[in-house]
């Protein structure tokens, strides 16, 4: 017998960890948190949880923690993350991605000096969430600060946090030459497809035909061109020496996606070159979808545009210099 | 006080930068005060390019100058253009290898000179723009030493460059020599 | 230590690694260029950074990244490159990060030309980017003293927590004029703060940041600010007075290159007994208006004032400022990198004065 324990005050009533609970244990209570929100709570028989963590997997608040059946406690909120509530929707994976790179970090015992770069967009206050130093730079710009930052500072592990309007529309130049530098710094690209702190506007990586404020009748590919597959951009260069694409849209997705991060950490750690992870997320706000419905969505219409996998790696960047 | 300044110009390539820069190098040896302003317009790409060198003994007002007691021209576009602006009484070095006109200004000390024959005559052909430069020397009563700019020749073509010196103060002097006899009263 | 025989742009980068400033992060442009081209090659004997950016933009935001890691930096550009640095300008004032920016004036607007002008005088003293935010202006008129307010321009940054920019013009830029330098490893190592970012050895974490979505916050921020720049305004203030000896019926006002080419046409203009004075501002923000004031009710009967830039007057809202109405200013420009000759300047004082006698 497993056992989970719910922070309601943390509960956005994204309902996400209602339909990743394989037993069907958690449902919505019937009463309102302190913040107005319906809260999730264990209501199934307590002999048939497992302790499978799937639940606090899929919680993007920070708000489970999970007991395996010989009571040692399987699932831990990070360090890497201060306690704020953070101000992402509900069941918007930002809180995922926030906590599986703070994971990552505390794991690889780098907390100490890690600094990371906040951009502007929703996960402009990043720097309010990760337990870290942080810079909140420019629209765009954060592969450059990053950049002064890596080079003042080598002996720190240094990373950007941005989403599609910042990293490949304003700092598309950004991004790109400080892939090429082959900066020794780490990028964890969110993208969404959408958007999402000004409403719902149409970013380069919208779908074609997907319906934004700004291209209500669905992106026309004929006159906004098709969405940019930045991963695959990128690992075009020959200097970047981890690629990868990830999604966050189901615990088994967000784990995977943990070690390709990992990866990218334990990378700069030892001194390889610029690493880039893009991270496939929800925007059930914008989308118009509920945060479930979003997941599907992602699974549905993202991947086959934006598909998952290694794009490159330090082996097989050595490989192409030898050959 | 005493202080002087001059305007080298000719194309690009030609050495008038370095010539100048030589003179301003040799003056502030002599514990003078110096500017050397380049033009850096777009002429540089290949069209004419000049600096105007101005030498104190007092600090350096106005590094721009646009009537020259001096002025050192390899081409005819530079004569064309400078030699209008020479004060009364100054020196006016011209390069006859590539200015094959006669150039008047009663009022002005002029020296033609053939650089490139004489470069050649002292096996330092490229040296054309300092057999310019001593003739200027030679023709003024410089503030500068003709030493000091040996000297800075000396400093300038040092390591690997050092064997192109004995030919380079071979031209310079030789330079100095035609802009004394030109200056020379006649007779 | 002797004098040597340098470019103007050379002796900035020299001065800035005597300085003790080993980060530099820029971009190519004419009439700046010889200063990243010397400390690539001079920050790699001091085992220093240099990045050449993609932009300006990214330049002047990689300042930002090392600056906040409490490293002594910098970046140099010429005036089309100090506009696309706006941005990251109001972002390092804002934050409170020191760090030195070099603008080698060229002609403008649009791609302009490359020549020496004055024309950024706005661009540099009333504000870059948005925002209440001041920097720090400093317009040498020599290649020695473009060394020495480099030096100054470390210091003052990192008194005060806020950019300074060295502003002068592609004439000192491209000049070579013999320099003296301060000795090399004299500089002071950064002291030791409570704000940059780095290795955290069991401290508190640290933001820099400039987002306040509190407008109370952002209100206190901002008074924070101005209250810094008022402390910067009534200690920081320099000038230079020329020619005042024996008295003066007309006051000319300069600064940078023209007030050195003002100088000779002083020279030349008095050697004919007329008396006349230059005034030349050394700090341009923050500006010696008390200074000025004092010089202009110095000018023996009612005398003009003669503002000479090399733009269509952008000082002159200063001098303007500074006389409050209590003296008649006029005001002699050029642009598009025509520089005013001695000459034509002393043919200027000549005509006022005859008004004058």
């Known amino acids: 017998m497993g056992e989970i324990q719910i922070a309601e005050e943390r509960c956005k009533g994204c309902g996400l960890c209602i339909d990743v609970c394989p037993r069907g244990l958690i449902s919505f209570s019937e009463d309102l948190n302190e913040k107005g929100y319906t809260y999730v709570r264990f209501d199934g028989d307590p002999a048939q949880c497992t302790g499978c963590t799937m639940c606090a997997t899929a919680c993007p608040d920070q708000g489970i923690e999970v007991w395996n059946k010989a009571g040692k406690q399987t699932f831990v909120n990070t360090t890497g993350l201060t306690e704020r509530m953070t101000h992402y929707c509900p069941g918007c994976t930002h809180g995922m991605i926030h906590r599986i790179t703070a994971e990552c970090l505390e794991e690889l015992d780098l907390l100490p000096r890690a600094v990371g770069v906040a951009p502007v967009g929703c996960s402009v206050l990043a720097y309010e969430y990760f337990n870290i130093d942080m810079f909140e730079a420019a629209h765009g710009r954060a592969p450059a600060v990053a950049t002064g930052a890596k080079r003042a500072r080598p002996e720190c592990i240094v990373f950007t946090y941005q989403g599609d309007g910042d990293l490949v529309s304003i700092g598309g130049n950004e991004i790109l030459h400080a892939a090429n530098r082959g900066e020794k710094i780490t990028v964890i690209f969110v993208n969404n497809a959408i958007y999402g702190m000004t409403g719902g506007q149409m970013a380069p990586t919208t779908l074609a035909g997907q319906r934004t404020t700004t291209c209500p009748d669905g992106r026309d590919v004929e006159e906004t061109g098709h969405p940019i597959r930045m991963a695959e951009l990128l690992a075009t260069l020959q200097t970047p020496a981890f690629v990868a694409r990830g999604s966050s849209h189901d615990p088994k997705h967000l784990l995977k996606t943990k070690k390709l991060i990992k990866q990218a950490f334990q990378h700069q750690r030892d001194g390889t070159c610029f690493s880039f992870i893009e991270v496939l997320s929800t925007c059930p706000t914008n989308w118009g979808l509920a945060p479930q419905e979003s997941c599907d969505w992602v699974q549905d219409h993202m991947i086959p545009q934006f598909p998952l996998g290694i794009l490159k790696e330090p082996e097989r960047a050595t490989a192409e210099v030898s050959g | ?187 | 230590m002797s004098k040597v025989l340098m470019k103007g742009n050379e002796a900035l980068g020299e001065a800035a690694v005597r300085a003790g400033c080993v980060h530099f992060f820029g971009y190519p442009i004419t009439p700046q260029t010889e200063v990243p081209e010397y400390l690539v090659k001079r920050l790699r004997e001091v085992g220093g950074t240099f990045v050449q950016a993609e932009s300006e933009v990214a330049s002047i935001n990689m300042v930002m990244g090392a600056a906040g890691m409490g490293v002594r930096c910098m970046t140099s550009s010429s005036s089309p490159g100090i506009s696309l640095m706006a941005e990251g300008m109001s972002y390092i004032a804002a934050c409170e990060l020191p760090c030195v920016v070099i603008n080698m004036m060229r002609a403008g607007p649009g791609l302009g030309g490359i020549l020496p002008a004055q024309s950024d005088y706005f661009q540099a003293t009333r504000g870059h980017g948005h925002g209440d935010y001041q920097v720090i202006v400093l317009a040498p008129s020599s290649v020695q003293e473009a060394v020495d307010l480099t030096t100054l321009a470390f210091e003052l940054s990192e008194k005060y927590r806020n950019p300074a920019m060295v502003c002068a013009d592609g004439m000192i830029g491209q000049m070579m004029e013999p320099v003296e330098f301060p000795e090399e490893g004299a500089a002071t190592p950064m002291p030791e703060n409570d704000w940059s970012l780095g290795a955290r050895d069991g401290r508190e974490r640290r933001i820099v940041n400039s987002l306040y979505l509190s407008p109370e916050d952002l209100h206190r921020h901002n008074l924070k600010l101005k209250a810094k720049y008022d402390e910067i305004a009534a200690n920081e203030t320099r000038q230079e007075i020329y020619g005042t000896d024996d008295g003066y019926d007309v006051l000319v006002v300069a600064f940078g290159t023209m007030a050195r080419i003002c100088k000779t046409a002083i020279d030349e203009v008095r050697a004919e007994g007329l008396r006349v004075a230059l005034f030349r501002p050394i700090t341009l923000n923050p500006y010696p208006f008390g200074a000025l004031r004092d010089a202009m009710d110095a000018i023996e009967g009612d005398g003009p004032v003669l503002d000479i830039e090399m733009s269509m007057g952008q000082m002159l809202y200063d001098v303007k400022l500074a006389a409050e109405g209590s003296r008649r200013i006029e005001f002699y420009g050029t642009a598009g990198g025509v520089v005013p000759s001695p000459d034509e300047v002393a043919e200027k004082i000549r005509g006022l004065m005859q008004g004058v006698q």
């Open chain 2, 1 to 187: 006080m005493k202080s002087t300044d001059v305007l080298m110009a000719g194309f690009g390539g030609q050495g008038m930068l370095l010539a100048g820069k030589l003179l301003a190098a040799a003056a502030m040896a002599e514990g003078l005060e110096v500017s050397w302003l380049p033009s850096y317009g777009p002429e540089m790409r290949g069209g004419t390019a000049n600096v105007i060198v101005c030498v104190s003994d007092e600090p350096i007002g106005s590094p721009l100058i646009t009537s020259h007691r001096g002025l050192v021209v390899m081409n005819l576009p530079s004569l064309e253009k400078f030699g209008p602006r020479v004060v009364p009484g100054g020196v006016i070095v011209v390069n006859t290898a590539l200015i094959d006109r006669e150039y008047e200004r009663e009022d002005c000390v002029v020296v033609r000179v053939d650089a490139r024959r004489i470069a050649i005559d002292a096996e330092a052909d490229r040296a054309q723009n300092l057999v310019m430069l001593g003739a200027y020397l030679g023709a003024t009563e410089t503030i500068v030493p003709y030493e000091a700019v040996e000297e800075a020749i000396c400093k300038t073509f040092s390591g690997r460059k050092a064997r192109f010196a004995p030919a380079s103060i071979t031209a310079l002097r030789r330079g100095i020599a035609e802009g004394r006899r030109a200056v020379l009263p006649v007779g």
